[in-house]
């Protein structure tokens, strides 16, 4: 796990990253059918064709995802009694031209999975006529808050490198998707929220 703070404020401190193992990526999409799942576009934000809520995932991937928020947690506030667990989690299959404006979550926490990301950094960026706009990248991931009056952006740099890697973050954390150019496949992500347990 690795640990990246952009943010003494507690509602946009940061994110964990983390490789997932080759079990868990397996069997989130395992039971998917595009056929019988529910389309969940009109709960998300993004301006993307096919998204679809997932069911049920496997106990040591949802033991995972708990592992994850309380360690961002206990990064952000030291050390709790606070347990979290999956509330959603969905899929996008996001085509070329499709993006997700910056929004939010709610929830304690929400992650996202890259799970299949058909670009490399270097294919988006030669489709741009201007690197001059920083805060509009092609194809990228990002993360923007306030801070010292002003909005600041985080990119992380995603692309096919990044494939298996998961973040988690604070739900308050505005983030989005700028659209990918380079080619015609498609950008699989999978997406949830974490809530405080009522587990006794």
């Known amino acids: 796990?690795?640990?990246?703070?952009?943010?003494?404020?507690?509602?946009?401190?940061?994110?964990?990253?983390?490789?997932?193992?080759?079990?868990?990526?397996?069997?989130?999409?395992?039971?998917?059918?595009i056929q019988t799942h529910k389309r969940y576009n009109r709960a998300l934000a993004g301006y993307i064709e096919d998204e679809f809520q997932l069911k049920d995932q496997d106990p040591s991937f949802l033991e995972y995802l708990e592992l994850l928020a309380n360690e961002l947690h206990t990064n952000i506030h030291g050390k709790t009694n606070d347990d979290f667990e999956l509330d959603d989690i969905w899929v996008n299959f996001q085509k070329r031209g499709e993006f997700n404006p910056a929004h939010e979550h709610s929830g304690a926490y929400s992650f996202v999975i890259w799970y299949d990301i058909p670009f490399t950094l270097k294919e988006e960026m030669s489709t741009m006529q201007s690197t001059s706009n920083?805060?509009?990248?092609?194809?990228?991931?990002?993360?923007?808050?306030?801070e010292n009056n002003q909005i600041d952006f985080v990119y992380p740099g995603i692309d096919s490198s990044w494939n298996g890697q998961i973040a988690i973050f604070p739900s308050t954390l505005m983030h989005g998707v700028h659209p990918f150019r380079s080619n015609d496949g498609t950008r699989i992500t999978i997406a949830g929220n974490m809530v405080r347990s009522n587990k006794q």
């Open 1 to 33: 796990m690795k640990a990246v703070k952009i943010s003494n404020n507690p509602q946009y401190w940061g994110y964990i990253t983390d490789k997932v193992s080759s079990n868990h990526l397996d069997g989130i999409l395992k039971e998917f059918d």
């Open 134 to 146: 920083t805060t509009e990248i092609s194809g990228q991931f990002y993360f923007m808050y306030p």
